[in-house]
């Protein structure tokens, strides 16, 4: 049988109206990138910098050299555990700022890091332990906990619902997309994730995390 819906038949609140088709495929684009090398924010100092992201968060600090654009600044770099590297400019002339950071256009809302499912209520009792707040989340097609660095920029820790193969993230994505957009509904949530698991032909092999609030609206 054939589809004969509109493009926006299936609309949620706050989908557009026309909008661009979700798809794993490859755009037609002049470009095509093979993945992110490098995120880099502004920092404060390199001890505060070491302390939260190595220290706390567990990341290795793989390089460190003068910022080759401005050399009175220093540039690390963190491993951020796939090889994906978060790099941070430091000056020890600036001190932190922990007050919440509000961004216009343009700017960074916040950066998000996964986390082993079968580590998620240790990473809670660590950052109870290292005296950072947080909000723990459900976010549909994962579950997340939401704080914030030395800096005031919101740090998301996610992990994933059930067992994703390498390399197939955004196909299971597209189509967790499309059993929402079949159903109506508002944004993807755990049982769109588990129906385009099946619908790949993958095995829904779902992870032991604990239950939270959807948090829609709930992060600044």
């Given amino acids: 049988?054939?589809?004969?819906?509109?493009?926006?038949?299936?609309?949620?609140?706050?989908?557009?109206?026309?909008?661009?088709?979700?798809?794993?495929?490859?755009?037609?684009?002049?470009?095509?990138?093979?993945?992110?090398?490098?995120?880099?924010?502004?920092?404060?100092?390199?001890?505060?910098?070491?302390?939260?992201?190595?220290?706390?968060?567990?990341?290795?600090?793989?390089?460190?050299?003068?910022?080759?654009?401005?050399?009175?600044?220093?540039?690390?770099?963190?491993?951020?555990?796939?090889?994906?590297?978060l790099t941070v400019f430091v000056s020890?002339?600036?001190?932190?700022?922990?007050?919440?950071?509000?961004?216009?256009?343009?700017?960074?809302?916040?950066?998000?890091?996964n986390v082993a499912p079968d580590r998620f209520r240790a990473v809670q009792t660590a950052l109870e332990q290292a005296g950072r707040s947080y909000n723990r989340f459900d976010r549909g097609v994962f579950l997340s906990l939401y704080t914030r660095d030395h800096n005031g920029l919101i740090i998301e820790l996610t992990a994933d619902k059930f067992d994703i193969p390498d390399g197939r993230r955004g196909e299971v994505l597209a189509a967790a997309q499309r059993v929402r957009e079949r159903e109506g509904a508002e944004y993807a949530q755990t049982e769109h994730m588990a129906a385009a698991l099946e619908e790949l032909g993958i095995e829904v092999s779902?992870?032991?995390?604990?239950?939270?609030?959807?948090?829609?609206?709930?992060?600044e």
């Fill in 206 to 219: 779902p992870n032991d995390l604990p239950d939270a609030d959807s948090g829609v609206g709930g992060v």
């Fill in 92 to 113: 020890d002339s600036r001190d932190s700022e922990p007050r919440p950071q509000r961004t216009g256009t343009g700017g960074v809302h916040h950066l998000c890091f």
């Fill in 1 to 85: 049988m054939s589809d004969t819906s509109g493009p926006d038949d299936n609309a949620g609140p706050g989908d557009d109206p026309d909008p661009a088709p979700v798809t794993a495929g490859s755009p037609d684009s002049p470009i095509t990138t093979t993945g992110t090398d490098h995120i880099t924010v502004w920092g404060s100092n390199t001890e505060d910098t070491i302390a939260f992201y190595r220290d706390l968060l567990g990341m290795p600090l793989v390089l460190r050299q003068p910022n080759l654009d401005d050399p009175s600044q220093t540039h690390l770099f963190f491993d951020t555990g796939d090889g994906t590297i």
